[in-house]
């Protein structure tokens, strides 16, 4: 099992960013994926989640900012993340909803001016 995060970076609050998740060694196209985030001190927490067949769930703090996506010919999935605030900053993670180990290294997100 492996899950390789990229895309993260330094953004100015009100910009985008777009992270990137490959995976491999899950039965990618069957099960619901997610991203999780952790803040410096803070729990991981999901943000967003995707079923098998596209349907979509967030947060309540990104509703409307954050958008998940995946292509499952690609073992993909894709976080668009708009109109970015300093609380978003914090290290990303994709993962199954069932949390299969090990996690990735993740992708920091920093959000500052």
């Known amino acids: 099992v492996q899950f390789v995060e990229s895309g993260g970076g330094l953004v100015q609050p009100g910009g985008s960013l777009r992270l990137s998740c490959a995976a491999s060694?899950?039965?990618?196209?069957?099960?619901?994926m997610g991203w999780y985030r952790q803040a410096p001190g803070k729990q991981r927490e999901l943000v967003a989640s995707?079923?098998?067949?596209?349907?979509?769930n967030y947060a309540g703090s990104v509703k409307g900012r954050f958008t998940i996506s995946r292509d499952n010919a690609k073992d993909m999935v894709y976080l668009q993340m708009n109109s970015l605030k300093p609380e978003d900053t914090a290290v990303y993670y994709c993962?199954?909803?069932?949390?299969?180990?090990?996690w990735g290294q993740g992708t920091q997100v920093t959000v500052s001016s």
């Open positions: 993962n199954a909803l069932l949390n299969f180990d090990p």
């Open positions: 060694g899950i039965a990618f196209s069957f099960l619901a």
């Open positions: 995707i079923t098998r067949g596209g349907n979509t």
